[in-house]
């Protein structure tokens, strides 16, 4: 497998090349969980991957709790569909107390307290209420329950662990919490190693070519428990090639059914949002660095978490954007010189990215 096999083959499998997707909820969905941090570019990563949709779209998908906004695997904030994110939760949630422990303990926050605290919150929400963690403290303190900026932080995550909360429609440009079970559908708990082996599927389906290690990592799984649940895969479906002396792993078929064949011919010139799929999720980020325009200092520095010019797949320099009024201005900052067809296809990837925020693109 060539370098350009490899990310032609990520392009496609991460539905950025072509789609066969039409909602927000369907493309969260394949992708199983879609790091969402920064809420505005996490629904351009939506977009990116659908034809013609809209922030709006993505908005109102949220808004109607089509799409999900929680803390899980690493953990950090994931979008996620109400049909995962029970599974998701029953699986990462132990690792992630387990990580959260310390830091629970400085703050002075232990199981009675959050015991206590879900029980407040759930009668606080109950009857399709969605609050604010401002309110929520409010309400917490009503009861005696003074907690600073940090405690309720952990409190609301671990409230989110208990799969008491997930979030809830937006007041305004606010973030809300409605109750879990208001807005996920009942289903049994998921067996470890059943859910072990449906993460690694959707994985390498979403993201493959991909190691072992990028899946450990990415999931925030032992070492172990990733080999367990790539194991469990059916072999009927995934295939191997080497590269640069790793082994990755990949689907034979992307979900129109067409072979994995990495055409040529598809889109991939983009801008890329920050924290996108394309470069989280891999903890080997190399293949898209550009060996003779990057230098070491900028790939220590994380560019993947910005906002990144990708032609041809690679990083090729960065951009910004700036609403003003009813129009919006698009600066790229290119690391080189383009040639005609890169610059057209920048041209293209910008006009694309003023269509979903919805505002006329000036010059």
């Known amino acids: ?21 039409k909602t927000p909820q369907e493309i969260v969905s394949w992708m199983v969980a879609m790091q969402a941090q920064e809420y505005a570019m996490s629904k351009w990563a939506i977009a990116l991957r659908l ?12 808004n109607e709790g089509l799409i999900l906004r929680t803390h899980l695997l690493r953990p950090t904030w994931h979008f996620v569909t109400p049909t995962d994110i029970r599974w998701l939760i029953g ?25 206590k605290c879900n029980n407040l919150i759930t009668k606080a929400l109950e009857g399709g209420k969605h609050l604010t963690r401002a309110a929520i403290a409010a309400e917490l303190l009503r009861s005696d329950i003074p907690l600073n900026g ?6 609301m995550m671990q409230a989110e662990l208990d799969c008491i909360v997930c979030s809830g429609a937006r007041q305004g440009k606010q973030f809300t919490y409605a ?34 290690k990028d ?5 925030g799984l032992t070492l172990t428990e990733a080999k367990k649940g790539a194991a469990a895969m059916s072999s009927s479906a995934f295939f191997e090639e080497t590269f640069e002396g790793k082994t990755y792993i990949l689907p034979f078929e992307n979900p129109s059914g067409i072979f994995n064949r990495a055409a040529t011919s598809l889109s991939k010139s983009f801008l890329m949002p920050d924290y996108d799929e394309y470069g989280m999720g891999y903890i080997d980020r190399s293949a898209i660095f550009n060996p003779i325009k990057i230098t070491p200092d900028f790939k220590r520095n994380n560019p993947v978490f910005n906002r990144m010019i990708i032609i041809d797949g690679i990083i090729e320099g ?46």
Do not use: C
């Open 318 to 363: 960065t951009w910004q954007r700036t609403l003003k009024g009813k129009s919006i201005v698009v600066e790229t900052f290119p690391f080189h010189i383009l040639n005609k067809t890169q610059s057209s296809a920048l041209s293209k990837a910008v006009e694309r990215f003023a269509n979903f925020a919805g505002h006329k693109l000036e010059s």
């Open 91 to 115: 699986l990462s949630a132990p690792r992630v107390e387990t990580v959260m422990a310390f830091y629970n303990r400085e703050l002075g926050l232990e199981r009675n307290l959050f015991n």
């Open 150 to 155: 940090r405690q309720i932080g952990h409190v």
């Open 1 to 21: 497998m060539t370098k350009a096999a490899l990310l032609n083959h990520r392009l496609v499998n991460q539905q950025i090349s072509e789609t066969v997707f």
């Open 51 to 62: 034809k013609g949709i809209t922030e709006q779209d993505v908005e109102k998908a949220f």
């Open 215 to 219: 899946f450990s990592v990415w999931s």
């Open 179 to 212: 109750l879990f079970d208001e807005r996920v559908p009942a289903a049994k708990p998921m067996p470890r190693e059943e859910a072990l082996a449906l993460l690694a599927h959707k994985y390498f389906s979403s993201r493959g070519p991909a190691t072992i």
